[in-house]
C-alpha cells in the first residue's frame, strides 16, 4: 500500500486513540487499517481514484460512536469535511454503511462500501482464528478496558456483578 496516500493521517491522534477502541471483538484500528488496505487494492484493480479510496478507508469510522450504525457515516464525513477533506472523500464516507445508509453516488464510495464489508469479514475470521489459541478473547477483554465508550452489555453486567459477589477473577 502507497503509504504516502495518508502519511498526514496515519500519526492523528483521531487515528491513533482508535488502538484502544473495541469494534467488533477487535480494535477499530486494526479494522480501518484493513479497511484501507482492501479500498487501495480494489481501487487499483477497478482503475479508481487510489488516494480518494485510500483516505476514505482510514477515515470512514471517526467518531463513529457518536452516531448509530445506519448515519455513523454522515458523523465521521462531517468530521473530515471539517478538517479540510477532499469533498469526494466525504462523499464516499457517508454512504459506507450501505443498505443501512443511503446507496453511494460514486465508484470511490462503492468501493469504500464493499471494503468494508469485506474487511468486517476478514476481522471476523481473524477473531475466530485468534479463539483457539485464547488470544482473541484475551485482546478483547484489554480493549473493554482501555475503551472509554464500552458499556458492558446487561446481561454482561449482571455475570460481572454475581462474579464479584463470589469473589471471582473477572
Ligand atoms: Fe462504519
Ligand atoms: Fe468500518
Redesign the pocket.
Known sequence: MDLTLVDDLIDHPKIIEMRDHLHHGISKYDHIIRVTRFSYRIALWLNADVRVCTRAGML??IN?RYGTLAN??EVAARWAAAQGEDPAVCEAIVS??YPFAPAPTSREGWILTVA?KAASMADLTAYVRGMLRGESQRRKRQLQLSDPFYRPKPKRLHRQRLRSALDLEI
Do not use: A, C, F, K
Open positions: 470512514h469510522d463513529s455513523h457515516g459506507h454503511m468494508d
